[in-house]
């Protein structure tokens, strides 16, 4: 069965490390997507991509990167993680702006 | 820019129906989507609705009037396992992405 898997799903790591969240998607979808979401924001998108070498600044992108060499991965780069990056983090993967499919999620612990 | 608005809880009681609305304001917009989460959780699609109509999936129906720029979550017969976060969305500028509300926190009572 198709799925959206993200890795790892806990992360502690310290004030000005760089770290990097896994994303892949078995759907085949070109579209993909990553957002964050902290209690009273719902969920704030950070970056996406419509395809292969497409990346596009979401609303809160500064201090997030992504890259997209293939289609199924978009893997999420924090250059150097922030105490305010605290959070849990959701990938998405959709063929079209009807319906998303989410991964299970990773929590992010910056100390 | 886009925003939406929703209420941040609704309690309702066991088997009763519970409505969710939703404002919005957006500079485009394509559409208009519902998703639910359970607590720890991911996000899950409920419905999309792109025309001014009333969408129905079982115990769930959605609403849309793109005149008003609202929308509505119906539930009916409600269940305990329907306690959980219910955010609506916007596919406003690009046809391909989304913009979510802060979400409906929906407790229900025995």
Redesign the interface.
Known sequence: DAEITQSPRHKITETGRQVTLACHQTWNHN?M?W?RQDL??????IH?S?GVQDTNKG?VSDGYSVSRSNTEDLPLTLESAASSQTSVY?C?S?R??????????TRLTVL | GQSLEQPSEVTAVEGAIVQINCTYQTSGF??L?WYQQHDG?????LS?NALDELEETGRFSSFLSRSDSYGYLLLQELQMKDSASY?CAV?GS??????????TRLSIRP
């Open positions: 579209n997507f957002y009273g924001h719902g969920l704030r998108l996406y419509y609303e959701f998405a959709s079209s702006g009807n319906e998303q499919f989410f991964g299970p999620g | 394509y559409g989507s959780g991911a996000p899950t699609f999309y955010f596919t690009s046809a391909s992405k989304i913009i979510f509300g802060s979400g």
